[in-house]
């Protein structure tokens, strides 16, 4: 198989843009630009706002939840379901 060089790059020379179409190019943009852009925000944004904050000022550790799970292994109490266990590995890996 052949490649031909040559050719392939006269033919990406044809597609690049001159400097005239550069320019009109860009007076086309400057002209978008003076219309102007606007956003809108709707009231969910505040919604998920607060609720970023919210998340972030909670702590990574549930000492509460953490406390009750120790506290039920140490009286050996704790119970574990070896079918949900494996279900949730195997729905995990799925």
């Known amino acids: 198989m052949r490649i031909d060089l ?3 790059a006269a033919t990406q020379l044809d597609n690049e843009p001159n400097s005239k179409q550069v ?3 860009s007076s086309q943009t400057t002209d ?3 219309v102007g852009d606007h ?3 709707s009231s969910s944004a505040g919604s998920v706002s ?5 998340a972030m000022s909670s ?3 549930r ?3 953490v406390a009750s799970l120790q506290q039920a292994v ?3 109490t704790y119970q574990l379901d070896p079918n949900a266990i494996a279900g949730a590995m195997i729905d995990e890996h799925a």
């Open 6 to 8: 040559v050719n392939s």
């Open 23 to 25: 320019k009109a190019q």
């Open 32 to 34: 978008l630009d003076s």
């Open 39 to 41: 956003t809108t925000l």
């Open 50 to 54: 607060s609720l970023v904050s919210e």
């Open 59 to 61: 702590p990574e550790i």
């Open 63 to 65: 000492q509460d939840k």
């Open 74 to 76: 140490s009286n050996g």
